[in-house]
């Protein structure tokens, strides 16, 4: 139902299984996303297929997930241009130029752009990365066994991204130290790390944003540990900056 290193089964038209019971316009289009994973664990792949079966049976999107070969090796060269939107979950894949090209493309394209997590630091071969298209760099984080306190910013409580979330939950992953930020961004949550640390001094976090990137729309949250996939307040996170990238 979805693409692997061993397949090439797209969830398109997957979905109508699990969309049963959800209304949706007959003659409307669906929104293709084209979920990327590499360089992260196995735990990232699971992950994002429950994203893309929650994307399509709920909220009326064709998904498909193309995970890399080791860390150098994401065929995207034939894929991109047809995707609507890109959905990031990255970490120091070194790609041959081919593939850097198509992606390197699609960035430039205008189009949204969705990404979480270790994606700050994508790719080894284009290591401006993170701060250029995203927003930031990564500092250091607080260490495997904290988590994160993550709070509503008050003057974010009205955009469309905090939409239905409370104005403070928990999530598992540690806090990414990302400050200061780059360009102009619109922070939206904000994170306090919590539990064991070897850090002495813990500094309040923005853990979620949005900017534009050569006019397109990017939204990052530098949540996503796998267990924050099993709570309805980081997948609503998730569904509300997909749905402003794409602005539904």
């Known amino acids: 139902m979805y693409w692997t290193r061993r397949s090439a089964l797209g969830l398109f038209g997957g979905g109508a299984a699990w969309a049963q019971g959800v209304a949706r316009e007959p003659t409307a289009r669906k929104p293709s996303i084209m979920l990327l994973s590499g360089g992260t664990d196995n735990e990232t792949e699971r992950s994002l297929t429950l994203l893309a079966q929650d994307l399509e049976s709920k909220h009326g999107m064709r998904c498909k997930l193309l995970s890399a070969y080791g860390a150098s090796d994401l065929p995207v060269e034939d894929v991109l241009d047809d995707a609507n939107l890109v959905l990031m979950y990255l970490r120091g894949l070194k790609l041959p130029s081919e593939q850097m090209g198509a992606i390197r493309g699609y960035v430039n394209s205008n189009k949204p752009i969705v990404a979480m997590r270790t994606s700050l ?74 539990g064991p640390s070897d850090r002495t001094e813990r500094v309040p976090n923005p853990v979620a944003w949005t900017r534009s990137y050569k006019g397109g729309k990017v939204f990052y949250t530098s949540l996503g540990h796998p267990d924050d996939f099993q709570l309805p307040e980081f997948r609503n996170l998730l569904v509300n900056g997909i749905g402003w990238a794409l602005g539904r």
């Not at 008050?154 to 200061?180: D, I, N, T, W």
């Open 121 to 194: 630091s994508a790719f080894e071969n284009w290591p401006e990365f993170g701060p250029e298209v995203l927003g930031a760099q990564l500092q250091f984080d607080y260490g495997p066994e904290s988590k994160t306190e993550v709070s509503v910013i008050p003057r974010a409580a009205s955009h469309a991204v905090a939409k239905g979330l409370p104005k403070q939950f928990e999530c598992r992953s540690s806090l990414y130290h990302v400050l200061p930020l780059s360009g102009s961004t619109t922070p939206l949550l904000s994170g306090t790390s919590i």
